[in-house]
């Protein structure tokens, strides 16, 4: 027997030098044109300047007597390399975009796991479902074992995935890093700028120069908090009607002209931007996605045992609707109605800090309840909606307005005025309602008039009181009177130019 050891290095481009050596013990090596001895060492090189060479080498014969041990030893010399390339490094998905892309594709295949079982017991012998009964019940405890296994293993990669969030100090889970969780925010970003690239308007308007000096002051005097810094800010002004702005977790701001018509002045300005700044700083997008991962993984047990113990696909279908919906009213939702009442609580402390006036805030609120009941929007449950009630979202704010303003008390910010916007707001609205309750009452005589003089006449008196009555509620007359206004930038909003520079006052 002969054992036989290479030692194989990597050769690098060009025509590499080749030595072999080799020691032979009680060997008699037969090469040629090289001498050999039957006993003793032998010291053999030989050198080749191509692999072929070394293929021929390989037919050399070895004749030994006894056992023999040769160790070979394969060295290289590599000449300087030429023109050596190396492929385009390829990086992988980002982690929350491959969930994104894989998340149907888990639920299918739940379904088909769940529908093969179903069909796989209905194809089985009674007496072979007989032998599996009796087989699980005489593993029960294996079985339950292997299921506290699992649930020990969930739970320890939920303890390993808890953070503390550094604004809050709330604990949390993240799945995904934030790090990581910004290379699919990039993405988002892209995709905005694309939709609304045609909609931007100059950064040379008024309007986006407020936005961004309020965003200045905001990140300005807010520097103390962890990230603020660290999140390049950019403002994007879009010119579309809808009453929105939102932050992208990159610190990209994308506020819409409908939203700086709703805002009655800078105050409240403020405020909405410090809230969607809020959840860029705490990281609310890479919260509620980690926790609709692990929801999403959860559920693919209970779907793949829904698809497996339905009779027919009929209920298959039907218990897979009833779970989709447990999960979103029960999970999804709740949790993002937590994330907004959070960005409140922050975003109104941002603005402290920024030296706003707090007490506007409640008040952006009931304007917008005030103008949804004009436009007759219907009004949506709370536990329907990813976001608070317009009610609730007032009694929180009003609760936090007093700590609020002792932090702007400690800011050294100027004195805010006697006057309470949350009060004038509420005799506005009472003034509005005594005005509708006349009108009604005068709209009634009229109608009366009119049915007792004209009753074949159509009767337009209903057209004629909605008239009058929305022209009564939106009165400019009256909203001028109380300092008022549902639409448009206040003349409260100042821009004043210091050293070249454009700075807000608040």
């Not at 949390?172 to 892209?190: G, I, K, N």
């Not at 959860?298 to 027919?312: E, G, H, N, Q």
Request: positive net charge; aromatic residues 8%.
């Amino acid at each position: 027997m002969a054992l036989i050891c290479f030692r194989l290095f990597k050769i690098q481009t060009g025509p590499p030098l080749l030595s072999l050596r080799f020691r032979a013990v009680h060997a008699r090596p037969l090469l040629q044109g090289q001498p050999h001895t039957s006993q003793g060492h032998t010291r053999l090189s030989a050198s080749f300047r191509s692999f072929e060479k070394w293929t021929r080498l390989q037919n050399t014969s070895l004749v030994s007597s006894g056992n023999v041990t040769v160790n070979v030893r394969l060295s290289a010399k590599a000449e300087p390399a030429k023109q050596f390339h190396t492929s385009a490094a390829l990086r992988a998905l980002p982690a929350p975009l491959m969930w994104l892309v894989l998340r149907p594709l888990q639920k299918v295949a739940a379904i088909i796991i769940g529908r093969s079982i179903r069909k796989w017991w209905k194809a089985l012998p009674p007496n072979k479902k007989q032998l599996f009964r009796e087989w699980a019940w005489q593993r029960r405890w294996h079985l339950v074992g292997a299921g506290t296994g699992l649930l020990f293993f969930i739970s320890l990669f939920f303890f390993t995935h808890l953070e503390e969030s550094p604004v809050t100090g709330r604990s949390r889970l993240l799945v995904f890093s934030r790090d990581t969780f910004m290379e699919l925010a990039q993405h988002a970003s892209d995709e905005c700028m694309e939709e609304y690239v045609d909609a931007f308007i100059p950064v040379s308007d008024p309007r986006h120069q407020v936005v961004e000096q309020v965003v200045k002051r905001l990140v300005q005097r807010n520097h103390d908090i962890e990230g603020i810094n660290s999140l390049s800010w950019n403002v994007h002004v879009v010119d579309r009607p809808s009453v929105n702005a939102f932050v992208l977790p990159n610190g990209n701001i994308f506020v819409f002209t409908g939203m700086l018509e709703a805002v009655a002045d800078i105050h409240q300005l403020a405020i909405v931007l410090g809230h969607e700044m809020s959840h860029a700083l705490i990281g609310h997008a890479a919260e509620q996605a980690s926790l609709s991962h692990v929801v999403d993984l959860l559920s693919l047990i209970l779907l793949t045992v829904i698809w497996a113990i339905c009779p027919r696909d009929s209920l298959a279908v039907l218990g897979h609707w009833i779970q989709s919906k447990l999960v979103q009213f029960m999970f999804d939702r709740p949790f993002s109605r937590k994330l907004e009442a959070e960005a409140d609580q922050v975003g109104l402390k941002l603005a402290a800090k920024a030296c706003a006036d707090v007490r506007a805030g409640p008040v952006f609120w009931q304007q917008m309840e005030l103008a949804e009941q004009l436009i007759g929007e219907p009004t949506t449950p709370e536990w329907l909606s990813t976001h608070p009630s317009h009610h609730n979202r007032i009694t929180h704010l009003n609760r936090l307005v007093p700590e609020a303003l002792e932090i702007r008390a400690k800011c050294d910010c100027p004195a805010l005025p006697a006057s309470d916007p949350r009060v004038a707001f509420s005799k506005t609205v009472q003034l509005l309602l005594e005005n509708t309750k006349k009108q009604e009452s005068e709209e009634r005589k009229v109608r009366e008039i009119a049915k007792d003089t004209s009753s074949s006449r159509p009767r337009l008196g209903g057209v004629l009181a909605t008239s009058v009555l929305s022209q009564a509620l939106l009165s400019k007359r009256d909203l001028t009177e109380s300092g008022l206004t549902l639409k448009g930038v206040q003349p409260t909003v100042s821009l004043q130019t210091s050293n070249g520079n454009d700075q807000v006052h608040f």
